[in-house]
T-cell receptor, first 114, second 116 residues
Framework: DGGITQSPKYLFRKEGQNVTLSCEQN?????MYWYRQDPGQGLRLIYY???????QKGDIAEGYSVSREKKESFPLTVTSAQKNPTAFYLC?????????????FGDGTRLSIL | AQSVTQPDIHITVSEGASLELRCNYS??????LFWYVQSPGQGLQLLLK??????LVQGIKGFEAEFKRSQSSFNLRKPSVHWSDAAEYFC??????????????FGKGTHLIIQP
C-alpha cells in the first residue's frame, strides 16, 4: 500500500544532541512538508520541499534543518539550537501543482527531552 | 498573513445528535480549504476539501462542509454523530504563495467528545 512512513514513532534526545527524524513516501509525490504539533496549538510549518534538491523555510524553521536528496525522502534534523524540541512531528506529502491537491500525513514522531 | 480560527476548543455532543464545527479564515482570494481529523497519537486524515464550484462539499464518514464567502467560514457538519467520531478536528487553508502549494495554515483544532 502507498503511504508515508515516519520513524521512529518515539524518540528521546539528551540536551545538546542533534537528532534526525525520518520520513519516507512511496506515493510518487513531488512535495513534502514537516509540521510541528504542540498541545492546543494546531500544526505549524517547519520546512517544505516542492522538488528534489530544493527546500524552503516555513514559519518556525529556527533550530531545524532538512535535506531532499531523493524524491521519496525528506529527513528532518532537530539541532541543539532548538531550545524547546519536545513536540509531535508530522510529515506530509502531496502531488505537485496548485494547492487544491491535499496533503497526506504520516503517523508522526513524538520527540521528548531526557 | 492568512489565519484560521476555530472558536471552539472543546465540543461535547450526544451520540446520534447533529454536529457543527466552526471555522473562519482570513484570506485575500478564494482559498483552498480543508478539514482533517486526528485520532490520539496518529497522523491527520483528510475529511474533505474545497477549492471551487459547489459551496457544499461532501466528504468521508458522512461529513459535509459549506463554504460561505460572505462570512469567511467553512463549517463542518454531520447529521448524526457516532462514538467513533470522537477525535480532534482541524480546519486548514492553503498558503497563498506558490498557488497554495507552500504548505497549510491550520487552526488550533476542536476536540470532539461524544456522550453515550
Amino acid at each position: 500500500d502507498g503511504g508515508i512512513t515516519q520513524s521512529p514513532k518515539y524518540l528521546f534526545r539528551k540536551e545538546g544532541q542533534n537528532v534526525t527524524l525520518s520520513c519516507e513516501q512511496n506515493l510518487n509525490h513531488d512535495a513534502m512538508y514537516w509540521y510541528r504539533q504542540d498541545p492546543g496549538q494546531g500544526l505549524r510549518l517547519i520546512y517544505y520541499s516542492q522538488i528534489v534538491n530544493d527546500f524552503q523555510k516555513g514559519d518556525i524553521a529556527e533550530g531545524y534543518s532538512v535535506s531532499r536528496e531523493k524524491k521519496e525522502s525528506f529527513p528532518l534534523t532537530v539541532t541543539s539550537a532548538q531550545k524547546n524540541p519536545t513536540a509531535f512531528y508530522l510529515c506530509a506529502s502531496r502531488m505537485g501543482g496548485l494547492g487544491n491537491q491535499p496533503q497526506h500525513f504520516g503517523d508522526g514522531t513524538r520527540l521528548s527531552i531526557l | 498573513a492568512q489565519s484560521v480560527t476555530q472558536p471552539d476548543i472543546h465540543i461535547t455532543v450526544s451520540e446520534g445528535a447533529s454536529l457543527e464545527l466552526r471555522c473562519n479564515y482570513s484570506y485575500g482570494a478564494t482559498p483552498y480549504l480543508f478539514w482533517y481529523v486526528q485520532s490520539p497519537g496518529q497522523g491527520l486524515q483528510l475529511l474533505l476539501k474545497y477549492f471551487s464550484g459547489d459551496t457544499l462539499v461532501q466528504g468521508i464518514k458522512g461529513f459535509e462542509a459549506e463554504f460561505k464567502r460572505s462570512q469567511s467560514s467553512f463549517n463542518l457538519r454531520k447529521p448524526s454523530v457516532h462514538w467513533s467520531d470522537a477525535a480532534e478536528y482541524f480546519c486548514a487553508v492553503g498558503r497563498p504563495s506558490g498557488g497554495g502549494a507552500d504548505g497549510l495554515t491550520f487552526g488550533k483544532g476542536t476536540h470532539l467528545i461524544i456522550q453515550p
